[in-house]
């Protein structure tokens, strides 16, 4: 165990309890806000695409125009892009009606 005195550790950085509480909060929750890639085993057609966004706007309110699909710039992996991380298991029972499922993640070393 260590003798790590968290009261001495707030007092000499000047901090509160809370402040670092809400530290910690606010940094979660803005890469929380960031969007996300799903990948996605097969490339929809346009027309499907569409309707994609617009049940997901239905399913979870999420704006139609900002739901893309394309390739993800890190991975290089087909994929869907929805907005809002948080969001991630609404988007993803909108692709089952569609029949179109997750790809398996695979490690790039891997591929």
Do not use: C, H
């Amino acid at each position: 165990m260590s003798n790590f005195d968290y009261k001495k550790y707030l007092a000499e950085n000047k901090l509160t309890a809370s402040s670092r509480l809400n530290e910690t909060t606010t940094d979660n929750v803005s890469d929380w806000d960031e969007g996300i890639y799903i990948a996605i085993n097969k490339k929809p057609t346009p027309e499907m695409q569409a309707q994609i966004a617009k049940a997901a706007n239905e399913e979870f309110f999420v704006d139609e125009e900002e739901i893309k699909f394309g390739e993800n710039p890190k991975t290089g992996e087909y994929s869907v892009y929805i907005p809002f991380a948080g969001d991630y298991s609404n988007m993803m029972d909108v692709l089952k009606k569609f029949k179109i499922g997750k790809r398996p993640y695979t490690s790039p070393f891997l591929r």
